[in-house]
């Protein structure tokens, strides 16, 4: 089987959020579960995408996390689009398929952009509570101002449940130094993937800082989350941050010295919400993995 290594969310190597992207035989059917769990953590990138190509514009995806299959992964999405544009398996200009666990998604590939779908979003539960709020910001490290903040958690989801956690400034996202047992044990408790915190306070722009927390898969700290991203732009839009048509841009990574911009659209057909996510990805290696 065919292996990449793909920064994605960046024009540069070393940048962005790395993920391991494997390309299946033609004709050939999905590994193990066992065998797709032990190449993702043998490649020990906190997620891999195995791609089955179904026809010249139709893919099947599934992710593993070294602990774990996922229903989605934004940057091994975008990895992995932009691996099949450089193997020429797609080309510039196309619209294709992607069918995951998340449901059949749409990804567009331009100039060597991605642009994907999200899954339809959901807004799964609002953290209310001051004692809860209490617990999940000792456990990240840090405390909770409502003055200061002016918003809530929730638990939000287009592919991939995260509680979003809103932050005062770059200085709190920053110096947050979450207890990932507890952290992880929590996640389990919620029935999430993890914590999405992230701060308004941003340059002219950037619509907002973010960093990502998912120890309950074996991942501390991501430097780039699409499918958070996509969460993200949703709890905006509820919250009246952004309204239709709006477009968004995060930086994300930062405090892993990775830095990466993720771009989100969010826009309102018929009624309903889509989301669309988009970054680049370059290719850091490839090669055969014998197996």
Do not use: W
Request: hydrophobic share 45%; charged share 20%.
């Amino acid at each position: 089987m065919k292996f990449l290594i793909m920064d994605a969310f960046t024009e540069t190597t070393f940048g962005g959020n790395p993920a391991g992207v494997v390309l299946l035989p033609n004709g050939a059917d999905f590994p193990s579960d066992e065998v797709m769990v032990k190449t993702a953590a043998e490649l020990r990138y906190s997620e891999t995408a195995f791609i089955k190509v179904l026809g010249p514009k139709e893919f099947q995806v599934r992710y593993f996390t070294p602990a774990a299959e996922v229903d989605l992964c934004g940057h091994a999405t975008i990895g992995s689009f932009c691996a099949l544009a450089h193997l020429g398996i797609i080309k510039d200009g196309d619209t294709v398929i992607n069918h995951t666990l998340a449901g059949d998604l749409e990804i567009s590939v331009s100039d060597g952009f991605v642009m994907m779908d999200m899954a339809t979003p959901e807004d799964l539960a609002t953290m209310d509570d001051p004692a809860a709020i209490d617990e999940l910001y000792t456990i990240m490290g840090t405390k909770y101002d409502a003055e200061k903040i002016g918003l809530i958690p929730k638990m939000i989801s287009t592919g991939l449940p995260d509680i979003m956690m809103p932050l005062a400034t770059q200085e709190d996202l920053n110096a947050m130094e979450p207890d990932m047992k507890a952290l992880s044990d929590l996640s389990a408790r919620y029935n999430v993937t993890g914590v999405h915190a992230f701060t308004l306070d941003s340059e002219e722009g950037v619509t907002a800082h973010a960093r990502n927390f998912a120890p309950l898969y074996d991942i501390d700290e991501e430097a780039a989350t699409g499918t958070s991203s996509g969460a993200m732009t949703y709890y905006f839009y509820l919250n009246g941050i952004i309204g239709d048509s709006a477009d968004c841009k995060f930086i994300q990574g930062e405090a892993m010295d990775r830095p990466s911009a993720i771009l989100s659209q969010l826009r309102v057909v018929d009624g309903q919400v889509k989301i669309k996510v988009g970054g680049s990805a370059v290719v850091l290696a490839e090669g055969e993995i014998n197996i």
